[in-house]
């Protein structure tokens, strides 16, 4: 066992797969808390593709995520919203290259005895998490913000997310190149 912040009494690293931020994308979406004073946004910004959960032998997964083979790709933000607990998030354009690398990366995890969800997956950028539902005031203030930020992604990570008192502290495992 580890005497790192989360991590005590639990044996197992909790990982996801996700796609990082250009630091410009990220600075964007940051300046839009001055709409939403009351929130506060998370400086660790990044778009999950898979989450894994608590699991053994995380070199098996990093491993298997090393087969996975798709081109560098387009990705926009085009709004905001919430989730009905809370969860003010930044939609993306629906785009097949993504829904073909998140196919890819479940493929390659399932080798591992990884199962992936069930439900849909629905892309999205996690700026912050709240206590309560959203206010009818915060909802029209997100539904009025429309935006386009596009970039290039040429990579995706396996992070451990490490609870802590103050919020998940995210720490990248490996990059994974995505080919140009």
Do not use: Q
């Amino acid at each position: 066992m580890t005497s790192e912040p989360g991590r005590a009494g639990r044996r197992n690293p909790r990982l996801f797969v996700a796609l990082p931020l250009p630091d410009h994308i990220r600075a964007g979406l940051l300046k839009l808390n001055a709409a939403f004073p009351e929130l506060k946004f998370s400086g660790d910004l990044h778009l999950t593709l898979t989450f894994i959960g608590d699991v053994p032998e995380p070199e098996r997964r990093a491993d298997a995520l090393r087969r996975v083979r798709e081109r560098a790709f387009e990705l926009g933000v085009t709004g905001l919203g919430f989730f009905p607990r809370g969860i003010l998030w930044a939609g993306l354009k629906p785009n097949p290259e993504l829904t073909a690398l998140k196919r890819a990366v479940d493929i390659a995890l399932a080798t591992t005895g990884y199962i992936p969800e069930k439900r849909e997956y629905r892309p999205h950028i996690t700026l912050c998490r709240t206590k309560r539902p959203p206010t009818r005031e915060a909802l029209v203030r997100a539904e009025n913000i429309k935006m386009s930020l596009t970039w290039k992604t040429r990579e995706f990570r396996l992070f451990e997310s490490i609870l802590a008192p103050a919020g998940a502290i995210h720490k990248a495992i490996e990059t994974y190149p995505l080919a140009d």
